[in-house]
């Protein structure tokens, strides 16, 4: 996790109007440190109505490959739609979303089924198939392929159990015989199935008790490393938020106000992250993070 540094510095949108001068709101936007290379996802004056109500007006996001992005924002922003519109499930009214480049809203449903193949998607409640077992589930998109001999997929399948804790003794059992974490488990390992670069998670930590979510956030925080994955990441739960994200995406007032790493994103004097990050939902999560960063730092 970035610590505290300088002060951020403004920066205008990419492809904006110099003509123009940069929206009040839009104080914030800036890449990752290092040099990462062209963006992995790349959302380009992203309008969303719906009737007469629009959701997003005029939104740009940049995710970079090996980051984890988290999108926050109050209920009905439209971080849901904005994933949705990423993962292809929803088109936009007008803009882009491209993925690994190419272009998601206008891609017909053989190409995003090609495109889905390099991305792995978490849904919020885990979403397995009930009448599947955890083996079954898992193996899933690899069967879907169509391409794979069944020793193949069971050797990747029992693979991807080990990554995510579970047992060789769980791959019998049905979704209803699973605790909440080994439901949020067999879902990530059917996430990962497909080896994906690219891997979406809708509230992760939902549902889950604080020491479940914490073991949880650890697991991502590994498969991040081992397996060099980009995340984006919509969630509430701050405690995850600070632990895992590399950059923060803050969407109020129809767009992305500001997106950065945390220690950034706090210093945004913004109505709705002063109530977000500042409260004392926030001041906890913070002291959680810090207490973890002193921890560690006396082990190591
Ligand atoms: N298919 C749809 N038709 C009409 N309105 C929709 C549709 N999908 C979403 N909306 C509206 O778009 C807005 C954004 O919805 P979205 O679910 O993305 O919000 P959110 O930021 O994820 O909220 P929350 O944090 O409460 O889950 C909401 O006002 C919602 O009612």
Sequence with gaps: MDQPNAAPQPERQPDADPAKPARAPQRLNRKPEEDVGPPVVEIRNLWTRFGKTVVHQDLNLDIYGGEILSIVGGSGTGKTVLLRQMLGLERPSSGSVKVFGEDVSGASPEQLQRMRNHWGMLFQEGALYSALTVFDNIALPLREL??????????????????????????????SDLSGGMVKRAALARALALEPQLLFLDEPTAGLDPDLSDTFVELIQT????????????????????????????????????????????????????QFFLGPRGQRALEVLEERYARKESED
Excluded at 223 to 241: C, G, K, P, Y
């Design 146 to 175: 169509k391409a794979l001999p069944e020793p193949v997929i069971r050797d990747a399948v029992l693979l991807k159990m080990d990554m995510v804790g579970l047992a060789i003794g769980d791959a019998k059992k049905m979704p």
């Design 223 to 274: 498969l991040h490393s081992e397996l060099h994955l980009t995340v984006v990441m919509v969630t509430h739960d701050l405690d995850s938020l600070f632990a895992l994200s590399s950059r923060i995406a803050v969407l109020a007032e129809k767009h992305v106000i500001a997106v950065g790493p945390s220690c950034d994103v706090l210093r945004v004097k913004h109505p709705f992250i002063k």
